[in-house]
């Protein structure tokens, strides 16, 4: 019996010791620098996050050439923490460059393999002015983009700029396309250093709602990427209502607004602001907000009726909440869309700084 109960508690520590083990888990496992500068150290940060049940250690990280240095998180990484290991490349020679990186940690018995690679170039041209959203080695002009406001079956048409800034052929891919945009890359393939478009068509007779309708793509940087919010490409398309069969313009409702744009400097320590605009409406016949919507996830809003008489006014208390703010990739604006036929779309943009 005594045996019996060793045998069970022996089993039982080790069970549970094999249930506490750090798990190693980096955001990416090969970082493509681009174009690196002759003699001009450059560094890529790999971030690990301890996804066990015990501390991660980094016992130590390896390079296959003395041109690469590393720097890591050499303090045990507490269970759901982050730690980093630090690459920094410094070129000899010109030309295309892959460095392995191994990282021996607690948490395999094998080193976790990591990479770096791009191009070592003489100079490197500033691309950040004309194009100032970088996706790994492709750069845009925008991580929005915002097609013009359509009615039922019009198609609109709005370009997306982008530059291969690597020394290998690209094809520009935008991935996760909703049914209502079509995209065409011209051309269809960039060489190194060469500027393009993608053409992206909107077929407002696939829009299912009236107003704004937004889609997450992803630029592809490469066959079978992952998508994620470092390639995210914001579209936005707005319907407008159909006023072919209206009444005289003599018993339409108007819209006014005490404010047509907000301005609420910069937030400092603030986590929320808010301001309250009045809405009017002059006409002759009842005022319809049909769609009231915001154009990213920091701009809140509250209306306190969407039907207004003639004369009749109403309250709309619009925020800008700061920790969603960084995020965003459109501007912060509201969107209305009223049955006033003289505007009928609605725009309050909104300037803040963070």
């Known amino acids: 019996m005594k045996r019996l109960f060793l045998t069970c508690g022996l089993m039982i520590a080790c069970t549970v010791a094999a249930l506490a083990q750090p798990k190693a888990i980096f955001d990416k496992k090969?970082?493509?620098?681009?174009?690196?500068?002759?003699?001009?150290?450059?560094?890529a940060t790999f971030t690990v996050t301890n996804k066990g049940?015990?501390?991660?250690?980094?016992?130590?990280?390896?390079?296959?050439?003395?041109?690469?240095?590393v720097e890591w998180t050499e303090k045990p990484i507490p269970a759901g923490k982050k730690g980093s290991v630090v690459v920094t490349y410094d070129a000899k020679m010109m030309g295309h460059f892959s460095k392995g990186?191994?990282?021996?940690?607690?948490?395999?018995?094998?080193?976790?393999?990591?990479?770096?690679?791009?191009?070592?170039?003489?100079?490197?041209?500033?691309?950040?002015?004309d194009y100032p959203y970088g996706i790994g080695s492709v750069r845009l002009d925008r991580y929005s983009v915002e097609f013009e406001d359509a009615n039922k079956g019009e198609k609109k048409v709005a370009y997306l700029k982008v530059v291969n800034t690597s020394k290998k052929a690209y094809v520009p891919t935008l991935?996760?396309?909703p049914k209502y945009v079509t995209a065409e890359a011209i051309p269809e393939s960039l060489g190194?250093?060469?500027?393009?478009?993608i053409k992206l068509t909107l077929n407002s007779a696939s829009l299912m709602n009236m107003g704004l309708t937004q889609s997450s793509v992803y630029l592809a940087r490469f066959p079978g990427d992952k998508v994620g919010e470092d390639n995210e490409v914001v579209l936005s398309a707005v319907l407008l209502p159909d006023f072919s069969k209206s009444s005289k313009i003599a018993q339409q409702p108007r819209i006014q607004l005490s404010k047509n744009e907000l301005d609420f400097g910069s937030l400092g320590?603030?986590?929320?602001?808010?301001?309250?605009?009045?809405?009017?409406?002059?006409?002759?016949?009842?005022?319809?907000i049909r769609t009231l919507q915001v154009f990213n996830s920091s701009v809140t809003v509250e209306l306190s009726t969407r039907t207004l008489a003639p004369s009749e006014t109403a309250k709309m208390k619009i925020g800008i909440v700061a920790k969603y703010l960084k995020k965003a990739k459109t501007r912060p604006s509201v969107l209305m869309i009223t049955n006033d036929p003289k505007r009928p779309k609605v725009i309050i943009p909104i300037k803040v700084k963070h």
């Open 192 to 197: 190194a250093g060469q500027e393009g478009v």
């Open 175 to 177: 991935m996760h396309l």
């Open 30 to 43: 090969v970082e493509d620098m681009g174009n690196v500068q002759w003699k001009r150290p450059a560094s």
């Open 53 to 69: 049940n015990k501390p991660l250690v980094i016992a130590k990280v390896s390079t296959t050439c003395g041109c690469t240095a």
């Open 101 to 129: 990186i191994s990282v021996y940690c607690n948490a395999d018995t094998r080193p976790l393999i990591l990479k770096i690679e791009g191009d070592v170039v003489k100079r490197i041209v500033d691309y950040s002015k």
């Open 269 to 288: 320590n603030r986590k929320q602001v808010n301001e309250v605009i009045t809405i009017t409406n002059n006409g002759s016949s009842t005022l319809d």
